[in-house]
């Protein structure tokens, strides 16, 4: 088995908004794991502060980031290293939540990592793989539609939803295992951007 990445590029975020806003293109664009304070510049680091309550703590911050798109991502089954919160701005995100000990029963792998070549606009192809040896960790459940005849001990299993609004943040301790799904909110008409959020990592 091969898990493939999205295609990724660097480009001016002023060409990312006008390929956001190309309403003809089928294929989603997403700004993640963009660090506010690398590369976002000050105007924006301003903009960003700590949640007071966490600001006044003893944890250790280690990165800020920032999520862009449009809605329609989702980022499948994983955990992080980091204690984690997460912070929507603009849109929705739906998260599917189990706890660290339910690792057992999601059939963590490792598998090949693969990569695509994208060709704007809309056409996809995977690279052939030239390094066997890297590999991606990542469960097997397809959260959606689980295959329980290849998957049985994720029977019964019942991850916790919660959906983040605009305003609210969501404390994830580290090792809890997480699906994000980010949609357009009721505002995504007044903005370009429809779904913003900023994950602090400690």
């Known amino acids: 088995e091969v898990l493939v990445r999205p295609y990724e590029t660097i480009m001016y975020f002023e060409d990312f908004v006008a390929l956001v806003k190309n309403n003809s293109l089928n294929e989603t664009f997403y700004i993640e794991y963009q660090s506010v304070d690398q590369?976002?510049?000050?105007?924006?680091?301003?903009?960003?502060?700590l949640p007071e309550e966490i600001a006044e703590s003893e944890l250790e911050l280690i990165l800020k980031n920032m999520w862009i798109s449009k809605g329609g991502t989702v980022a499948m089954l994983h955990?992080?290293?980091?204690?984690?919160?997460l912070c929507q701005i603009i849109g929705r995100k739906e998260l599917t939540l189990f706890p660290p000990n339910d690792m057992g029963r999601l059939y963590y792998t490792a598998r090949s990592k693969g990569a695509l070549?994208?060709?704007?606009?809309?056409?996809?192809?995977?690279?052939?793989i030239v390094d066997s040896t890297k590999r991606i960790f990542g469960s097997s459940i397809?959260?959606?539609?689980?295959?329980?005849?290849k998957f049985p001990l994720f029977r019964?299993?019942?991850?916790?939803?919660?959906?983040?609004?605009?305003?609210?943040?969501?404390?994830?301790?580290?090792?809890?295992?997480?699906?994000?799904?980010?949609?357009?909110?009721?505002?995504?008409?007044?903005?370009?951007?429809?779904?913003?959020?900023?994950?602090?990592?400690?």
């Open 79 to 85: 955990y992080d290293d980091y204690e984690n919160i």
């Open 117 to 128: 070549e994208y060709t704007y606009p809309g056409t996809f192809k995977r690279e052939q």
């Open 39 to 49: 590369y976002l510049g000050d105007d924006i680091k301003e903009m960003i502060k």
């Open 142 to 149: 397809d959260l959606n539609n689980p295959d329980l005849d």
């Open 156 to 202: 019964g299993l019942k991850g916790k939803k919660v959906m983040l609004h605009p305003g609210e943040c969501l404390f994830m301790p580290s090792y809890w295992h997480h699906e994000v799904r980010s949609f357009g909110g009721s505002c995504a008409a007044e903005h370009t951007l429809a779904n913003v959020a900023v994950n602090f990592w400690y």
